[in-house]
């Protein structure tokens, strides 16, 4: 069955410093892959998708991920943290039926 | 376009009580999907609508109903409430199974 991993479930970076959230998967069959972000309370909104195309995805605010089959990683990265990027964090994998299974999140901190 | 709406964004029930959350969606998805939110429990899937006609039980569906009403709307009923169900209810849709979902912004629920 697949099943999703989320290393850390607190990460904190300063303002500025790199954000790396790491996502582990498994999965029996070729993934597709999500990140999401979730504000206080508010919904999840798709930060970005990897569905067999490219190998390094880029989604929205600067936000990128890099599929590595070998690794059977997604992990989460952005260059520089603004304090706006405080929220929590949810890697996802496809599963059979194509639903998917989420990992437990990870709640990124920016610290000024 | 309002993408996915619940309602009610907020309530309190007392055990044993039963009521229905409604979720519609605008972008003529053929898929949707309920799920709860516990603290570090990540997102669960309650039930799943692959299309409009048919309704199938995710990871945690007891104590759960649902009803496809339409292709825009499926709700979610909690016969008999417990405890066990204060969580935060969330609605999904998607064009079809291994699309990305898109999330309402969810239902506080406490049962007391």
């Known amino acids: 069955a697949q099943s999703v991993t989320q290393l850390g479930s607190h990460v904190s970076v300063s303002e500025g410093a790199l954000v790396l959230l790491r996502c582990n998967y498994s999965?029996?069959?070729?993934?597709?892959l999500f990140w999401y972000v979730q504000y206080p309370n508010q919904g999840l909104q798709l930060l970005l998708k990897?569905?067999?195309?490219?190998?390094l995805v880029k989604g929205i605010n600067g936000f990128e991920a890099e599929f590595k089959k070998s690794e059977t990683s997604f992990h989460l990265t952005k260059p520089s943290a603004h304090m706006s990027d405080a929220a929590e964090y949810f890697c996802?994998?496809?599963?059979?039926?194509?639903?998917?299974?989420f990992g437990k999140g990870t709640k990124l901190s920016v610290k000024p | 376009n309002a993408g996915v709406t619940q309602t009610p964004k907020f309530q309190v029930l007392k055990t044993g009580q039963s009521m229905t959350l409604q979720c519609a969606q605008d972008?003529?998805?053929?898929?949707m999907y309920w799920y709860r939110q516990d603290p570090g429990m990540g997102l669960r899937l309650i039930y799943y609508?692959?299309?409009?006609?048919?309704?199938d039980k995710g990871e945690v569906p007891n104590g759960y109903n649902v009803s496809r009403l339409n292709k825009r709307e499926f709700s979610l009923r909690l016969e008999s409430a417990a405890p066990s169900q204060t969580s935060v209810y969330f609605c999904?849709?998607?064009?079809?199974?291994?699309?990305?979902?898109?999330f309402g912004p969810g239902t506080r629920l406490t049962v007391t």
């Open positions: 999904a849709s998607s064009r079809a199974a291994f699309y990305e979902q898109y």
């Open positions: 999965s029996s069959v070729p993934p597709y």
């Open positions: 990897y569905t067999s195309a490219a190998t």
């Open positions: 996802a994998v496809s599963e059979d039926q194509g639903n998917l299974i």
């Open positions: 972008m003529n998805h053929n898929s």
């Open positions: 609508s692959a299309s409009e006609g048919t309704t």
